[in-house]
């Protein structure tokens, strides 16, 4: 059987969308069929675009997150339903959305499930899978089956652990992968990351550092085997820990990506973060003591949070070097806490989903305008990687950080010129000679 799984882009450019990383999803279901000896291609749209009036297959499977959800629908429409599965994210969130536009909906995990479906054993219209308990089972991802992926030029994607025993109101992993840690061993991979030929990973779990005993075991088998430029994501209190740190450094992490989320103490708590302002900052330092960039993350538009605390957190990140970060605007995902409060509350005034990406203001804010959300943050973001910083960077031999500077800079242009009249939001961008309202 042929099948073609599709990744879609979001409906316009915005900020992050400019990785040229496909989602581990789509690989790994793609693989497990392969080896079942199915005929497979992946197509994620921001990579490589195919022809979809030209593309021939028995079965096409799409995988949505809430910001593609839009553009997978429009993509499921120009196939007859019957050969369309949709999975992902928001898919697993709203399954009785997706439903209309396919012969089958995957909730959850579909590695168990997804053969048996494909082969047409699974017959109900809404498939839940079941959470791979152990993951070593799991086949290694076959990026060859990605058109227009060039792996061994590019930083390659490793998922070593699913789950996450936080709850944070903004967050719907806890809702796909459950609050249950589960960890690859080291030696599976090691061996992964041995049989790429690239020499630059990215650690994509949300937590790499969450048991750290396992990591530890890990990280000596990356000094061992001379795997030494990769970056991870991890939580604040992966600071406190000297010798983990220690180790870290010496087994090559570059960058770590950090939702600090917030710098206000009570959004901090209705997050649920469970960490403190005190703990953000001893994080910073003590990863910059072991030369370790940071990529740190925050999220604008919290209840407790009015125009200052968006000009409050630029201040921050520079006072504090960060190296370079993300500044989204809160974004009630489908299943979360903040969804249910703001929905139940009516204060969510659009659900064109493909608005939905951390940069556009989609709910009424608390303590400010939505219009004055959106347009702060974009000025405060705009301030960050602005030319002259960029320069400054480049003039300090700091070449990681003016590369990123340089991009977030142009990236936002383009952002700015895609969003310019605002048209989602109640009152117009004066900015624009043409704007008008929504």
């Known amino acids: 059987m ?10 316009e450019g915005n900020v992050y969308s400019k990785s040229s990383m496909p989602l581990l999803g789509p690989v790994y279901l793609g693989t497990i069929l392969k080896k079942r000896g ?42 007859p339903k019957e050969k369309v599965i949709i999975g992902g994210v928001h898919a697993s969130l709203l399954p009785d959305e997706a439903l209309p536009f396919c012969r089958q909906v995957v909730v ?19 498939v839940y899978g079941t959470p791979v308990q152990n993951l070593d089972t799991l086949p290694n991802p076959d990026f060859t089956l990605v058109k227009g992926f060039w792996p061994s030029f590019l930083t390659m994607p490793i998922s070593t652990s699913r789950g996450c025993p936080f709850d944070c109101s903004f967050c719907s992993v806890t809702k796909i992968f459950g609050r249950k840690y589960r960890f690859r061993s080291a030696e599976n991979i090691i061996e992964e990351m041995k049989s790429r030929h690239t020499r630059s990973f990215f650690f994509v779990d949300d937590n790499f550092t969450a048991d750290p005993e396992r990591t530890r075991l890990l990280l000596e088998l990356l000094l061992k085997n001379k795997i030494n430029h990769w970056n991870c994501q991890v939580r604040c209190d992966a600071a406190k820990d000297k010798g983990l740190l220690r180790l870290m450094a010496d087994a090559g992490c570059r960058a770590v990506c950090i939702g600090f989320e917030s710098i206000n103490p009570m959004t901090l ?17 003590s990863f910059h003591r072991r030369k370790i960039k940071i990529h740190g993350m925050f999220i604008l538009g919290g209840e407790d949070d009015g125009k ?59 303590l400010l305008s939505a219009r004055d959300l959106q347009m702060n943050a974009l000025q405060a973001y705009t301030k ?14 700091h070449f990681r950080n003016a590369m990123f500077r340089f991009i977030g800079h142009f990236t936002i242009k383009e952002w700015v010129k895609h969003n310019c009249n605002m048209t989602w939001l109640v009152q117009p961008n004066p900015r624009c000679g043409q704007a008008k309202k929504a």
């Open 308 to 366: 200052s605390a968006i000009w409050e957190t630029l201040k921050f990140t520079i006072k504090h070097k960060i190296d370079t970060i993300q500044m989204a605007i809160l974004t009630p995902f489908p299943g979360t806490k903040v969804y249910e409060s703001l929905d139940a509350q009516k204060r969510i005034f659009t659900k064109d989903w493909s608005l939905y990406d951390g940069q556009h203001v989609v709910f009424n804010p608390k």
């Open 108 to 126: 959850g995990e579909a590695d168990d499930v997804i053969v048996d479906v494909v082969e047409g054993r699974r017959k109900e219209p809404i």
């Open 269 to 285: 708590q209705a997050y649920q973060k469970r960490q403190t302002l005190d703990e953000i900052v001893s994080a910073i330092r």
């Open 384 to 397: 960050f990687y602005s030319l002259r910083r960029a320069f400054a960077s480049l003039i300090q031999l």
């Open 38 to 79: 199915h005929e497979v291609e992946i197509y994620n749209e921001d990579i490589h675009k195919p022809d979809y009036s030209k593309l021939d297959a028995d079965l096409i499977g799409i995988s949505v997150l809430t910001s593609t959800a839009k553009r997978g629908y429009e993509i499921a429409k120009q196939f």
């Open 2 to 11: 042929k099948i073609v799984l599709i990744e879609p882009t979001a409906s």
